[in-house]
């Protein structure tokens, strides 16, 4: 397993940018695949988005698609969340995760993933 700290979250006016991080530990980062959940008060854990080892395939919640960009740097042990044109309803609690997945349909399913970061809070205001 990897240790993994999100940051990055905050509170945002709707229409605004927030650029989430989350660094991990340990030297085999990039044999994990990675992903960004949210869950919101009252609500179950979303997938948001995913992507591959190596930064090459992403995947992404229709809810997320044209908004956000997940990335990572394997370099430095990091993935990334940038999210653009936000909206009151993408108010959460941001996680990432990071397991061996070895199939895209895996990348949306919580059960893939063995690690997870403690959150970070993600608030927007209408």
């Known amino acids: 397993q990897v240790q993994l700290v999100e940051s990055g979250g905050g509170l945002v006016q709707a229409g605004g940018s927030l650029r989430l991080s989350c660094a991990a530990s340990?030297?085999?980062?990039?044999?994990?695949?990675m992903a960004w959940f949210r869950q919101a008060p009252g609500k179950e854990r979303e997938f948001v988005a995913g992507v591959s080892g190596s930064g090459d395939q992403t995947y992404y919640a229709d809810s997320a698609k044209d908004r956000f960009t997940i990335s990572r740097d394997n370099a430095k042990n990091t993935m990334y969340l940038q999210m653009n044109a936000l909206k009151p309803e993408d108010t959460a609690v941001y996680y990432c995760?990071?397991?061996?997945?070895?199939?895209?349909?895996?990348?949306?399913?919580?059960?893939?993933?063995?690690?997870w970061g403690q959150g970070t809070q993600v608030t927007v205001s209408s």
């Open positions: 995760a990071a397991g061996f997945l070895f199939l895209p349909r895996n990348y949306v399913s919580s059960n893939f993933y063995n690690s």
């Open positions: 340990g030297r085999t980062f990039s044999r994990y695949g």
